[in-house]
């Protein structure tokens, strides 16, 4: 199926929203809950798939689905198509803050785009998502977040979202290690394993985990900044305690705070 042709804009620096115009009947795929707004005239549907297949059986669909569902997805999919005459426009967003990569799938090697499971935003109807496992044991036993990858393919536009600052580095033949949360996605080419974080101390004490992500061959990866587990784990390690005091930047502070809230020590 191909794939409808997309027009966008990318709004906003750290908080970005990509923001689509529909051309009458076309239609854009997004991860539940991803919408920020539409102009009147845009209906909207959830389907189970990403609707690449127009003949795909029932049971393809669900198995489909059910592959989604072990990894943490939702089984759903929005489908947002415009029903008026005339252009309309609907914009998308992730829930924390970062930069939105647009991808022409048609100019990539292979068509294809694989990319930690939740970076995946919208792309036009016809791009097929699909949920893969990297196949080396090494990976899956250790690569956390990128053990489950998402695999986007076809000849339309399709939009991922990266945490914080996004890193474009282009490989020839060449070999990078990166943190497994800091990989957003890579073309293909890129061969992507698993490899022990140096000498043991290092892997115990370095503070960068006991495995990082090695990427290898010829092709473009994209990198982030922040990733989202990142930024949960420092939102989660100062989040006031269950008491409901402050646990503040030094013990003193968090008293002086307590003192001022009416809370007793």
């Known amino acids: 199926m ?3 042709e997309i027009d966008y804009e990318i709004i906003g620096d750290d908080m970005q929203v990509v923001e689509v115009e529909l051309d009458p009947e076309e239609t ?3 991860e539940a809950g991803a919408m920020n707004w539409m102009d009147n005239g845009i209906s909207f549907e959830t389907k189970m798939g990403d609707g690449s297949e127009v003949n795909e059986s029932l049971l393809g669909k669900v198995f489909g689905a059910g592959k989604r569902a072990i990894t943490g997805e939702s089984i759903f999919m ?6 008026d005459y ?3 426009k609907i914009a998308f967003a992730a829930p924390y803050p970062g930069k939105i990569i647009a991808l022409e799938l048609s100019e990539l090697p292979q068509n294809q785009f694989t990319c930690q499971k939740d970076a995946f935003l919208c792309a036009a109807l016809g791009t097929k998502l699909n949920i893969t496992f990297n196949k080396r044991f090494g990976s899956g036993l250790f690569g956390g977040e990128g053990f489950i990858l998402q695999k986007l393919s076809g000849d339309g536009r399709a939009f991922v979202h990266a945490g914080g600052t996004v890193v474009k580095k282009e490989l020839k033949n060449e070999k990078l290690k990166v943190d497994t949360g800091c990989l957003v996605g ?5 061969d992507y394993n698993i490899e022990r974080a140096g000498e043991l101390k290092s892997m115990l004490f370095g503070g960068e985990g006991l495995f990082l992500a090695t990427l290898q061959g010829t092709g473009t990866v994209y990198l982030q900044s922040l990733p989202f587990s990142r930024l949960a784990d420092r939102i989660i390690k100062n989040a006031p305690r269950v008491s409901g005091k402050q646990k503040g930047e030094g013990s003193i502070l968090g008293q002086i705070g307590n003192m001022l809230d009416g809370d007793n020590f």
């Open 78 to 83: 929005t489908h947002f198509t415009n029903k």
């Open 28 to 30: 854009v795929v997004a």
């Open 86 to 88: 005339s252009k309309k």
């Open 2 to 4: 191909l794939s409808h």
């Open 186 to 190: 890579f073309t293909a080419g890129i």
